[in-house]
Structures are given as C-alpha cells and as structure tokens.
C-alpha cells in the first residue's frame, strides 16, 4: 500500500497543553483528543516536539528507550487509525539523549526515527541532547515525507533538498514539529511559509499550547500550508479541537511541472 500514491492525504495536527515532564498524564490527555478522530478517515498524525515531557532540559527524568511506553502507545495510535503518526520524544541511547522524532508506519510496522539536527542553544539543549547527523524521508502511500523539529526551521539549507542533478523531489511535504514560544510567532508564520515556497513542498506543523515548566507561554498555530505558500489550515490561537486538512498529490505535481524553478537552484 506504501507505495501506491493515494490522491489525498488526510492531516491531523494534535496541538495541547503539555503537562511538564508526565509521559503517562500526557499519553492520557491525547488518548481523549484522539478519540474525537473515531470512524473519521486519518492518514497522518503530526505531535508537537517533546509531546510526552515539554521542552525540558532534566532528561534524566522522563526520557525513555525505544521499547519505552511511548513508542509502544504510537504502535497501538498507528493501528487504530491506519496512520502514520509521529512525534518527538526524549529517547536515551547508549548514554546519550536525543530530542528523536519517531514515526510508526502502520502498513508496514516500520518504526522510523530522526534526531533534532540543530539544538536550541539559547535554551542550553545543545548541553544536553546529541544532535542529529542524517536526514530523513518517510515513504509513506506513495508520498514522501520529511520530518524536521521546531529550531530546524531557522535553517533552509538543512530543510533544502538537492533537487537539480535529479529527476525526482526528495520530498512532498516537510513537517515541523515544535514547542515554539507565544513571543516568537512571528518567525514561525513566515519561516513555515518560506519553506513551503522555496521547496515547492507541503509544509505542516504542529505546535504545542500553554505555559510550560519554565513559564513559555505558547499558543500553537498549527497549520497546513500549501507549496505556493497558501494556508490550507490554520489553528486559532490556543484551539485545542483536532482538525482534518487535506493535501493532494496531482496539484503538487501539476505545480513542480509548470513551475519548474529547481532546474535553475544553485544546488
């Protein structure tokens, strides 16, 4: 089924209250957000950075392995939606934490996993978390997804896939996941747009709500946008209800074939 290119995909963005440093409490309150997406037709659910902790920097606390009890609710969410549903999640290894997007493909079990490549620095992670070395696309029904976290929108190059030497995108949609604070929004909106644009991609993303452990306060605007740059969907600030957005295949080709500005990228 993976790949088969379903026309339309089905988007769900789970932005909430992040209770600070409470896997399980958090695991519960999405549980009750997830069950108003019953008997509704869901291809991928998007998580906010952090989704089980916030953006804490005290891993010692919270962060899990990857046969944690995280990963395993993210197996059960896959199965009962028959979606792909990713999030970021305090993950030790050997030692060492990383600030890991996981992805459960639920066609074909597969457990995907990206590692936050550039580390906020001015909330000291970089002291903390081990940063990310490789990039990462998701075959998922026949499109190709890119997975990224909150600071790593500041940086195109690293979002930018290498599109002139080959006849293919690398990507059809990059998806941000993010604990962006109230203060900055600014930012937010007009990278996301950017990155929509110059990548003539699909953007999602997803942002937390509320006020965290070391009093942020953020108000999600989550959002859909499109590869001109045009909002599909947008949340209201501190909006917590999920909402479906759909993104299509055709007019995503359609665009890159009669505006084909990456044959002129630099590289």
């Not at 995108?169 to 962006?180: G, S």
């Not at 605007?221 to 969907?233: C, F, K, T």
Request: glycine share 6%; charged share 25%.
């Amino acid at each position: 089924m993976s790949n088969q290119v379903r026309p339309f995909l089905n988007i769900v963005c789970i932005q909430f209250d992040i209770v600070w440093e409470k896997p399980e409490e958090n695991l519960a309150i999405l549980g009750e957000l997830l069950n108003q997406l019953e008997g509704k037709q869901v291809d991928l659910i998007v998580l906010p950075e952090l989704f089980t902790s916030g953006f804490s920097m005290s891993p010692t606390t919270f962060a899990e392995t990857m046969d944690g009890i995280t990963i395993s609710w993210m197996k059960e969410q896959a199965k009962r939606f028959k979606a792909l549903i990713m999030g970021s999640v305090a993950i030790k290894e050997k030692g060492k934490y990383f600030n890991r997007v996981i992805a459960v493909d639920p066609d074909t079990n597969k457990v995907w996993q990206y590692d936050k490549r550039h580390l906020f620095r001015m909330g000291g992670e970089h002291d903390v978390y081990q940063a990310g070395r490789e990039k990462v696309v998701i075959p998922f029904r026949g499109w190709k997804i890119a997975p990224m976290v909150c600071y790593d929108l500041r940086f195109p190059v690293w979002s930018r896939r290498s599109l002139k030497q080959k006849p293919n995108f690398d990507y059809d949609v990059l998806v941000y996941m993010a604990n962006w604070p109230e203060k900055r929004q600014l930012a937010w909106q007009l990278l996301l747009h950017a990155r929509a644009i110059e990548n003539a991609a699909y953007v999602i993303a997803c942002n937390r709500l509320g006020t965290d452990g070391t009093n942020t306060d953020y108000i999600g605007l989550s959002q859909v946008i499109d590869h001109r740059g045009g909002i599909l969907w947008r949340a209201k600030r501190n909006h917590k209800l999920p909402h479906i957005a759909q993104i299509g295949h055709e007019e995503l080709s359609s665009f890159r074939n009669k505006f084909p500005v990456h044959l002129d990228a630099d590289v």
